[in-house]
């Protein structure tokens, strides 16, 4: 019951707290981590913070009154857990079998949040909905960043006007929080947009690389591969080339042996060992030679002795790759796991930002504080003492810097730190303590001697002072004691003789020379080096040599010989093309290049390669199986890479999402479908005759490029006299393929795009005859276009496809639902014997008759235009018809179609209420030809002005709503008209209708 009460007083309490908090404003912040969040919380606060929970466990909320801008706020922390959102592809290219990996290059990709993250976004939603404000505290580099934009865009998306800033800091300190809250800046879009032209190319070249590699080689080796995944990563396979060209170096060297002339000098218990200035010779007979002179003469002369002093410099100050570097060499940690500590001591407040390129203290770094804060350590407080005692820290400067962060150091002590975290905190304060001191000295003696006119030298050395070494006890330096010489002494060698050795291979490479490599080409970051390592130790691609050295698999082996002999011209498993990208990035972070400009340009560069490694992976297939000794299978090209029913044919007019061929999961077929599923539901629909389908590469010149043509296999073939199978568009510029497979034009093209059909370029009405008109309009057919209402009928009009050429009526009578697109009649279209005022432009005005002037074939020759210039309407005068011009009523003669060619009477053979009429088309093979159409028991006409035109409006708008023609749809009821207009019917419904 005690508990019960508090409960409800506590609720009270917060219920009163929370109320009383938003009098003031309320700012959402959030870190990257829960530990970060914690730790900048208590800091703001001084330890007055009132946590609760959030959806996530793991992410809590820190409440407590801040300052912010000099105002009293209301502070709200929370955390993500890293990326909140990641790019993925659609649902329909995530089947590997669906789809060639060659799509995955132009697949549409969306930014989600991942299921594990779903609780941290919703808290987000919720707790921004009674903020004004968002202040990011994520780390501040690039994927920071970038993690900070993710949150923007969750916040944004519930709350548009929200007030942003970005607090920038490079350790979780007192001074450092609280500099980065009164400095408050916006965030760095160019930082988040090169992050995310990274992760999509990263998605889009490892998906499409991993797809073709795994899918071909599991099939191809069965035995040896069938259930690995042999995944790709643009970083992965240079640093795996790394590896490999050290091995083939070792496994293609050839020991040489080589002699040279040992010589040394004994007194009492000392010997000074000398060395020949020659070192060593190839040639064993000229060093026998030689040997041979001196043993004849072979005392000693010493021609000079030379002392100076000599230093061993202190360590420059610490970055990331130097960190990753000395944890794999001098404190048996893997680069990952030693990333990986670093944060967590980042997050705990021990030291400052571990990813960073700099290696020079700034100056407002107060660095006699951080000495201070050492001196109480058993270990190494002495030596922070005698720092402060020799005149206080002076450190060696390095070279770099990235502007953003200091090098890493400590900024709290602890004592209370155990195993690998105590090993990595020692690291970082010892190296901190020696690079603020002084260098080691000591004193060298250099003895130049003479036998036999071959030189010969000793070196000896004395430490004077070890300085920073007494504390850096990763390094050693060590005295070289040899005897006292004078300038003019002789003496007998206690030993001259010739030795024989053979040169060695180089080393395999250890984690630490990798790392280097990666950075000396560029490939990675100081962030990522680690992970990119390990990727491809858990793919199997290397392994470890005594723990320490890099061997590469067969496998990877197999795959790094395979694409050099690819013949690329930057292989993939070389850093040049990755390197590249890599400073593409850089310039888009500093505003010198457009990050969409990057993103074509490396999307372009990837698919070249890839279609290029596509074509000659056998050369692949034949690397591996002389690593893996293994025989490669036969297997069906088309079952190597999956299908190809995800190449984009062209984009959707709902939505603007990529359409793909897909096949029906049952029965067999095709359709096409919008990748936008579900959000859009748009499909074509193949009749039965559809065998199969492909899409190709040549682009429709009509619709322009981002229009494929697609390959079909047809039975029956419904285009008799047309090659089969048969490569055509079907972006509605061609009526009869449309006509042909029941395409409606809606679902292929927008209704306001420019389209060059047959429809807009010829006037291609079916004429009726008058006696007939009641049968005819119970079958609601004209000439023209595909289904309509759900009817097959071949030649029904519908108003998604069908243009009427005479604007001056089609725009009023049309409802302001449906949109319209004038267009002009086409040039080669022309008049004969009509009277000049007959002739109107597009905006209903009486034509002018103008004469050609210039130069040329049709110099002299008439045609009629707009008045006012306000339209491109355009006519030819007083020739005979062709082009798209349609023929006169009285022309006896085969009609020209587009292509001035005499057109080919053909019949239609489709099932429906055309078959067996027949119509005009173009000569030239389908897909080839201009896509003229005309039925041949066609009338031709052309639109006069008179007071019938305003009849003909008045009549649409009056048939629309009475409907005269009951059997027909109201919307087409105006195309009716327009087909009778030049008939004495017309008049007669004018009249009616008046």
Same mark, same amino acid.
């Given at each position: 019951m005690v508990l019960m009460g508090f409960l409800r007083i506590k609720s009270i309490f917060d219920v009163v707290y929370r109320t009383y908090s938003t009098k003031m404003t309320r700012f959402l912040n959030v870190a990257e981590?829960?530990?970060?969040?914690?730790?900048?919380?208590?800091?703001?606060?001084?330890?007055?913070?009132?946590?609760?929970?959030?959806?996530?466990?793991?992410?809590?909320?820190?409440?407590?009154?801040?300052?912010?801008?000099?105002?009293?706020?209301?502070?709200?922390?929370?955390?993500?857990?890293?990326?909140?959102?990641?790019?993925?592809?659609?649902?329909?290219?995530?089947?590997?079998?669906?789809?060639?990996? @060659?799509?995955?290059?132009?697949?549409?990709?969306?930014?989600?949040?991942?299921?594990?993250?779903?609780?941290?976004?919703?808290?987000?939603?919720?707790?921004?909905?009674?903020?004004?404000?968002?202040?990011?505290? *994520?780390?501040?580099?690039?994927?920071?960043?970038?993690?900070?934009?993710?949150?923007?865009?969750?916040?944004?998306?519930?709350?548009?006007?929200?007030?942003?800033?970005?607090?920038?800091?490079?350790?979780?300190?007192?001074?450092?929080?609280?500099?980065?809250?009164?400095?408050?800046?916006?965030?760095?879009?160019?930082?988040?947009?090169? @992050?995310? @032209?990274?992760?999509?190319?990263?998605?889009?070249?490892?998906?499409?690389?991993?797809?073709?590699?795994?899918?071909?080689?599991?099939?191809?080796?069965?035995?040896?591969?069938?259930?690995?995944?042999?995944?790709?990563?643009?970083?992965?396979?240079?640093?795996?080339?790394?590896?490999?060209?050290?091995?083939?170096?070792?496994?293609?060297?050839?020991?040489?042996?080589?002699?040279?002339?040992?010589?040394?000098?004994?007194?009492?218990?000392?010997? *000074?060992?000398?060395?020949?200035?020659?070192?060593r010779l190839f040639d064993k007979n000229s060093v026998e030679a030689i040997l041979d002179i001196c043993k004849e003469n072979p005392q000693a002369k010493v021609e000079s002795v030379e002392s100076k002093q000599k230093s061993k410099w202190r360590p420059v100050p610490l970055d990331t790759v130097e960190m990753e570097k000395a944890a794999s060499r001098k404190l048996r940690m893997n680069a990952k796991e030693a990333m990986k500590i670093a944060e967590k001591l980042y997050t705990k407040g021990f030291i400052s930002y571990p990813r960073t390129e700099t290696n020079i203290f700034p100056k407002e770094l107060n660095l006699t504080n951080l000495v201070e804060m050492q001196r109480e350590d058993q270990r190494w407080g002495l030596f922070a003492t005698r720092i402060m005692n020799e005149g206080g820290p002076s450190p060696r400067q390095g070279k770099k810097t990235d502007q953003a962060h200091p090098p890493i150091h400590p900024i709290k002590y602890t004592n209370t730190l155990t195993g690998n975290e105590q090993k990595l905190y020692e690291f970082v304060v010892r190296h901190f303590l020696a690079c603020v001191h002084k260098d080691a000295q000591g004193f060298e003696t250099a003895v130049n001697v003479d036998i036999a006119d071959e030189k010969f030298t000793a070196k000896g050395l004395i430490i004077l002072e070890k300085n920073y070494l007494d504390v850096y006890i990763y390094e050693k330096w060590n005295g070289k004691e040899i005897n006292n010489y004078a300038e003019g002494d002789t003496f007998m060698p206690t030993l001259l003789d010739m030795v024989e050795s053979t040169t060695g291979p180089p080393k395999l490479l250890t984690e630490a020379d990798l790392i280097a490599l990666m950075e000396k080409h560029g490939i990675g970051t100081d962030a990522t080096h680690a992970e990119h390592i390990d990727t491809i130790k858990q793919r199997e691609y290397v392994g470890l040599h005594e723990n320490v050295y890099f061997v590469p698999g067969t496998l990877g082996m197999g795959l790094v010989e395979g694409y050099n002999n690819i013949g690329l011209e930057v292989s993939l498993a070389k850093p040049n093309l990755r390197a590249d990208f890599e400073n593409d990035l850089k310039l888009i972070c500093e505003g010198r290049k457009n990050a969409e400009v990057v993103r074509a340009d490396q999307i372009r560069k990837y698919k070249a390669v890839f279609q290029t490694v596509a074509e000659k992976m056998r050369l692949i297939d034949d690397s591996l199986a002389s690593r893996l000794d293994d025989r490669p299978q036969t297997v069906p090209e088309q079952d190597l890479t999956g299908r190809d029913e995800h190449a984009p044919v062209l984009k959707c007019p709902k939505c603007g999402s990529d359409m793909v061929l897909r096949s029906k999961k049952t029965g067999g077929g095709k359709f096409m479908a919008c990748t936008g599923y579900p959000a859009c539901k748009n499909v074509v629909w193949f009749p039965a005759c559809v065998e199969n389908a492909r899409v190709t590469d040549e682009a429709c010149q009509q619709c322009g490029p981002g229009v494929k043509k697609v390959k079909f296999n047809f039975k029956p073939n419904p285009f008799p006299g047309d090659p089969n199978p048969n490569t055509i568009c079907i972006a509605g510029c061609d009526f009869i393929v449309c006509q042909t497979l029941d395409i409606n034009i809606s679902n292929v093209r927008r209704e306001n795009q420019q389209n060059n059909t047959r429809l807009n370029n010829t006037t291609t009405t079916a004429r009726a005859p008058t006696s007939n008109l009641n049968s005819w309009l119970n079958n609601s057919t004209a000439g023209g276009s595909g289904r309509a209402n759900g009817n097959n009928s071949n030649a029904t009009v519908t108003s998604n496809s069908y243009q009427p050429q005479s604007n001056g009526w089609a725009s009023t009578s049309r409802q302001s639902s449906e949109t319209t697109t004038n267009r002009p009649p086409p040039a080669t279209r022309v008049v004969q014997n009509a009277d000049p005022s007959d002739i109107v432009c597009n905006c209903n005005l009486q034509a002018v008759l103008l004469t050609v002037r210039k130069d040329g074939p049709n110099q002299g020759r008439q045609f009629y235009k707009c008045p006012n210039g306000a339209c491109s309407f355009f006519l030819w005068f007083g020739d005979d018809g062709g082009g798209d011009g349609p023929s006169s009523a009285n022309e006896d003669s085969t009609p020209k179609c587009n292509c001035h060619l005499p057109a080919q009477q053909k019949t239609v053979q489709k099932e429906g209420p055309n078959k067996g009429r027949q119509f005009y088309g173009c000569s030239k093979p389908m897909g080839q030809g201009c896509n003229f159409f005309k039925w041949c028991d066609e009338v031709s006409f052309f639109f006069k002005k008179s007071p019938l035109n305003s009849k003909i409006q008045k009549t649409g708008y009056t048939v629309k709503r009475k409907n005269i023609f009951p059997k027909i749809k109201k919307k087409y009821a105006l195309e009716v008209l327009y087909i009778f207009c030049d008939t004495p019917l017309v008049t007669h419904l004018c009249s009616v209708s008046t």
């Open positions: 981590k829960n530990d970060a969040a914690k730790n900048i919380a208590a800091i703001l606060s001084r330890g007055n913070s009132n946590r609760r929970e959030g959806l996530s466990p793991y992410n809590k909320i820190y409440e407590f009154e801040g300052n912010v801008f000099g105002q009293q706020a209301h502070m709200v922390m929370t955390s993500v857990s890293g990326h909140l959102l990641n790019y993925a592809f659609t649902s329909t290219y995530k089947n590997w079998q669906g789809c060639n990996p @060659v799509v995955l290059f132009e697949a549409p990709v969306v930014k989600i949040c991942l299921p594990d993250y779903e609780k941290i976004k919703k808290t987000l939603e919720r707790e921004i909905r009674s903020c004004q404000g968002l202040i990011i505290w *994520t780390d501040c580099d690039r994927e920071g960043e970038n993690i900070g934009f993710e949150v923007i865009k969750v916040c944004s998306d519930i709350k548009p006007n929200l007030r942003i800033y970005r607090a920038k800091f490079s350790e979780i300190t007192g001074p450092s929080v609280f500099r980065a809250l009164s400095n408050l800046c916006q965030p760095d879009k160019n930082v988040s947009d090169a @992050v995310d @032209v990274r992760q999509e190319l990263d998605l889009r070249t490892g998906a499409a690389f991993t797809r073709l590699q795994t899918l071909r080689l599991q099939k191809v080796f069965p035995q040896k591969l069938s259930d690995k995944l042999i995944s790709y990563g643009s970083c992965q396979f240079p640093t795996l080339g790394f590896v490999v060209d050290r091995y083939q170096q070792i496994e293609k060297f050839i020991p040489e042996p080589f002699w040279k002339i040992k010589m040394n000098h004994r007194v009492k218990d000392l010997t *000074t060992e000398f060395t020949w200035k020659r070192d």
